[in-house]
């Protein structure tokens, strides 16, 4: 039932888009842009939804889902990053598929490229072994589809940078990606002085579009961070790169509690999170933890996915205890 | 022309630092703020007198400037057609046009109150030029330089230590240009308080290719003055060799709306522009894309994966080309070539035989187009070609290149 009304939603909103864009463009029939304006208005009422939409996100996706069940049971979100294809598709799969089980709420699933301007050596080396065993943004989609068969309820967001998307084509890459089961994207070299290029038309196509916000992200410039944003808030702890520095719950705290202040999404810190006891610390003053660094670490000193898994596992059990 | 203002080239860019679709910022959030912060700055400095008479008087007194715009009489002669006038900022103080740029950044830098300058360098000039301004104002200076040119560079690298610099070798990636740039922004993103990026060409993201160009625009100002005194007109053709094209931006800018003097940009062609991708002509063998936090013409695989350059020019080792010039290339007002290593080469000797000046590789990729196209004009024809750099740095890879051997003593 709810996968029915979800998807006339869906339809309807389509239709009003087109509407406003007839409205728009000067050449409506005002009586049909305001009785389907009404109509969709009832319809969004009858989903429990707001009837303003402007590009605050798709209406629900796996990771609005999963935040509203964590929230029900009372838990704090263990969020993970891995590298799609490292070392290999099979044994990249293998672990992402184990991660649920592990302890994972939400996979982010790192998009190879060979310049990774954000992230410190231990991802840079995830990605250039990924890409040396053949890893492409084609078979990334793959591993989400291949993941896709035995989990609907996971959500994924696929994180790296623009270039590898810029080239496949925007709209063919957002289809591709809703088609595959991706729910979100953090593409890390893309702020809101860009929305124009990804973020706006990834919303349009359903996908959440989550922002990075920083310590240099000041008050005057957050309300500009939180705009066109959906799923999550991800906290930079650090001003740095992946893998670098360690992260104090102490001045996290208060960085949360800032942004809290100013967005209802959840807030979710990464950047420098490395054992259990930093996910707990981490995880208990804001919505959730991430841990990329660390496991990307483990999968390169060569251990094996059920090693890899374990270690996570004693990681999620941290975070979730918080 | 010129005074058309809606008919000028010269606008760009706009309020979202692009020229065209090229350009603008696609850096991470956390860089964002010192960007924005970056553009109001430089915004203030470029209409406030006394930043000028700063620069001024600093590329007088301490870069030599105006270099001198020399007829080349004997290369003239020996190609047999149009008139060659080398404009000479490989005399300038370190020996390229990379301290045009360095001096105002710098400046502006200390406005900032940053006490902490990084750079990335390809060939070693911009590194040197930057460690010798943050000598001369006593900055803490760090230059990121690809593993590969630390060692195809040792003259220039050991002249940025004496000069008080740490050379960080970056051995990332093939360890050139492009992975230093990486890695330079990766200290930026670190070190947000009291770092200042000097970025060495018209690239990264706006407003550093604005604030290049302008910068080096000294160049082209000096020219037109110097053609208008010394031959009662503009030239006919410029010519500039190209890597990100920083020396190249500066010698066309204050051209571009004089619609009879052509414009020609020299790409690095390495081995020769093939399918092979062993070269760094990112117009005429690459498409757009993103990198290093502008939209340009870039050497990548089908897959937006970014390839690595070749060159015998460190200089010019790099995937990318400054978004200014990827669109004065698709609007036509500029036209774009590539030069091969061996080409290069026969223009480095040449210059040195016949008109007593050792180039640098990078300008001898311009002066070998020249060479291509000089014979075929009039007599009357005048090319201004931009002698950019100068090629002490250089004679071991020349060596090395000519089946020389030499004891470096390194």
């Known amino acids: 039932m709810h996968s029915f009304i979800f998807q006339i939603a869906h339809i309807c909103a389509r239709r009003a888009e087109q509407a406003e864009l007839r409205c728009e463009h000067g050449a409506a029939n005002v009586t049909e842009c305001a009785a389907l304006g009404q109509s ?3 319809l969004t009422r009858l989903c429990g939804m707001s009837g303003h939409k402007q590009y605050e996100g798709p209406d629900m996706t796996r990771i609005d889902a999963k935040f509203a069940d964590l929230k029900a049971a009372g838990k704090k979100a263990f969020v993970t990053y891995v590298m799609a294809g490292d070392p290999t598709y099979d044994s990249a799969l293998e672990v992402v598929k184990g991660l649920p089980t592990a302890g994972v709420d939400i996979i982010e699933l790192g998009l190879p490229f060979t310049d990774p301007m954000a992230d410190g050596p231990t991802i840079q080396l995830a990605g250039q072994r990924a890409l040396e065993a053949g890893m492409t943004l084609e078979k990334t989609l793959q591993m989400v589809r291949d993941f896709r068969e035995t989990d609907d309820t996971t959500p994924i967001v696929l994180m790296g940078y623009y270039n590898p998307i810029y080239s496949r084509g925007v709209t063919r890459f957002l289809a591709e990606a809703k088609e595959a ?17 990804l973020c706006i038309p990834a919303q349009k196509a359903g996908l959440n579009f989550i922002r990075l916000a920083t310590p240099t992200t000041d008050d005057k410039r957050l309300p500009k961070v939180l705009t066109n944003t959906s799923g999550f808030v991800y906290y930079v702890s650090i001003n740095g790169i992946t893998g670098a520095a360690a ?76 | 022309m010129a005074d058309d203002l809606l008919n000028s080239f010269t606008t760009g860019p706009d309020e979202q630092g692009r020229f065209g679709d090229f350009g603008g910022r696609f850096v991470s959030e956390t860089l964002m703020p010192l960007i924005l912060d970056l553009e109001a700055q430089y915004e203030y400095a470029r209409t406030d007198d006394s930043f000028w008479a700063e620069m001024n008087d600093l590329w007088t007194n301490y870069v030599g400037r105006p270099s001198p715009l020399y007829y080349a009489e004997r290369l003239t002669e020996h190609l047999g057609g149009a008139k060659v006038y ?42 040197v030029a930057t460690a010798t301004v943050c000598a001369k104002f006593g900055l803490k200076c760090v230059v990121y330089m690809g593993a590969h040119d630390v060692e195809r560079q040792a003259p220039n690298v050991f002249r940025m230590k004496l ?21 330079a922004l990766r200290d930026w993103v670190t070190n947000v308080e009291d770092t200042f990026y000097c970025i060495g060409t018209v690239a990264g993201p706006h407003p550093y290719p604005a604030m290049v160009r302008d910068f080096q625009a000294i160049i082209g100002k000096e020219a037109r003055a110097q053609m208008l005194e010394q031959e009662g007109r503009l030239p006919d053709t410029l010519i500039a060799a190209i890597g990100g094209g920083s020396n190249a931006m500066g010698l066309f800018f204050p051209f571009l709306d004089d619609k009879d003097v052509g414009i020609i940009g020299v790409e690095a062609g390495g081995k020769g522009v093939n399918a092979k991708m062993e070269h760094c002509a990112s117009l005429t063998g690459g498409r757009p894309g993103v990198l290093h936090g502008n939209r340009t013409y870039l050497l990548q695989d089908d897959d937006g994966q970014i390839l690595e350059g070749f060159s015998i020019s460190a200089g010019l080792d790099y995937p990318g080309i400054g978004p200014e010039h990827a669109w004065l290339h698709d609007i036509g007002r500029a036209q774009y070539v590539s030069i091969t290593d061996v080409e290069a080469l026969e223009a480095f000797q040449l210059c040195c035989e016949l008109e007593g000046i050792i180039p640098a590789l990078e300008p001898s990729h311009a002066l070998a187009h020249v060479m291509k196209i000089a014979p075929e004009l009039p007599a009357d024809h005048l090319i201004c070609m931009n002698m950019c750099g100068r090629g002490d740095k250089d004679i071991f890879t020349v060596a090395a290149a000519l089946g020389i051997e030499m004891n470096t003593g390194a």
């Open chain 2, 86 to 127: 080398l404009k000479r900022d490989e005399l300038n103080h370190t020996g390229a046009h990379k301290i045009n740029n360095v001096l105002g950044q710098i400046i502006l830098a200390r406005r900032m109150g940053k006490s902490r300058i990084i750079a990335e360098t390809g060939a070693g000039q911009h590194g």
């Open chain 1, 247 to 322: 992260a104090q719950a102490s001045n996290v705290g208060p960085e949360v509690a800032r942004i809290k202040a100013a967005t209802d999404l959840p807030i979710i810190v990464g950047f420098g999170i490395r054992t259990p006891q930093n996910a707990r610390d981490i995880a208990s003053v804001a919505d959730g933890a991430v841990v990329g660094s660390a496991i990307v670490d483990e999968i390169g000193a060569g251990k094996s996915p059920a090693e890899v898994l374990a270690f996570v596992k004693s990681l999620a059990d941290g975070a979730h205890s918080a």
């Open chain 1, 181 to 197: 089961g991706i729910d979100g994207m953090i593409v890390v070299d893309l702020p809101p002085e860009e929305d124009s290029e």
């Open chain 1, 40 to 42: 969709i208005l009832n």
């Open chain 2, 163 to 183: 000069l008080g610099a740490e050379v960080v070798p970056v051995t990332s990636g093939r360890g050139t240009l492009k992975d230093a740039m990486n890695d």
